[in-house]
C-alpha cells in the first residue's frame, strides 16, 4: 500500500479557492488512479473527482464540475485538488485515495487512504 498525507485544508469564505494536495510515500503513484472524497457531518463519504494513472482522463461529481481541477505530478508523488467558486455546501474533511484497480465512485475501489483534511466554507 501507499500512505497518502492531505494538506491545504482551512477556512474559506463563499467564493474562495483552496488547493488541496496529497504527498505519496512508499510506493510511487504513477501505477495507482487516484480520486478525491469527502465527507460532510452526518453524510456518507461521497466522490468528488478522480483521475487515471496518466493524467490524461479525469472524472467529476455534477456538484462540483467546472469548479474543482484534478490533476497529478508523478514526478513529485503528489495528486491536487484546486477548488474554485467555493460554496458552504462543499464544507467537509476531504480524503484522497489510490486506486491499483482503476478509478470509481465507490469507496470499495480504492485501496489507501490519507486521513483527510476539513475544508469549511463560510457563508
Known amino acids: 500500500q501507499v500512505q497518502l498525507v492531505e494538506s491545504g485544508g482551512g477556512l474559506v469564505q463563499a467564493g474562495g479557492s483552496l488547493r488541496l494536495s496529497c504527498a505519496a510515500s512508499?510506493?510511487?503513484?504513477?501505477?495507482?488512479?487516484m480520486a478525491w472524497f469527502r465527507q460532510a457531518p452526518g453524510k456518507a463519504r461521497e466522490f468528488v473527482a478522480g483521475?487515471?494513472?496518466?493524467?490524461?482522463?479525469?472524472y467529476y461529481a455534477d456538484s462540483v464540475k467546472g469548479r474543482f481541477t484534478i490533476s497529478r505530478d508523478n514526478a513529485k508523488n503528489t495528486a491536487y485538488l484546486q477548488m474554485n467558486s467555493l460554496k458552504p455546501e462543499d464544507t467537509a474533511v476531504y480524503y484522497c485515495?489510490?486506486?491499483?484497480?482503476?478509478?470509481?465512485?465507490?469507496?470499495?475501489?480504492?485501496?489507501?487512504w490519507g486521513q483527510g483534511t476539513q475544508v469549511t466554507v463560510s457563508s
Open positions: 485515495a489510490a486506486s491499483l484497480g482503476g478509478l470509481g465512485t465507490s469507496t470499495s475501489t480504492y485501496d489507501s
Open positions: 512508499g510506493r510511487t503513484l504513477s501505477s495507482y488512479a
Open positions: 483521475i487515471y494513472w496518466r493524467g490524461v482522463r479525469t
